[in-house]
């Protein structure tokens, strides 16, 4: 087997979706996190109204910042009132 047949193997195996979906988090918390330092201040989500509006719900322990956690945490309960 060659590598282009392998790569084929493994899309054909949905993998690469797979993959993609579990990255997507990560990314969008990166994209918000503007100054890098692992958690969103109420500065960097203030173009998202989403954040915005859910702000206090989200900052579960109010210290004024969402971190991964709680990022994660809003994200999965977006996916379940979605459906
Ligand atoms: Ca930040
Ligand atoms: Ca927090």
Do not use: R
Request: glycine share 4%.
């Amino acid at each position: 087997m060659n590598i282009k047949s392998s790569v084929k193997y493994i899309l054909a195996c949905g993998l690469f979706p797979l993959a993609t979906a579990a990255w997507a988090g990560d990314d969008s918390m990166k994209k918000l996190d503007s100054n890098h330092d692992g958690v969103i201040s109420k500065q960097e989500a203030a173009d998202n109204k989403k954040l915005v509006i859910n702000w206090e719900t989200i900052d579960s322990n109010k210290d004024g910042k969402i971190d991964h956690a709680e990022f994660s945490a809003f994200e999965m309960e977006e996916a379940s009132d979605s459906e």
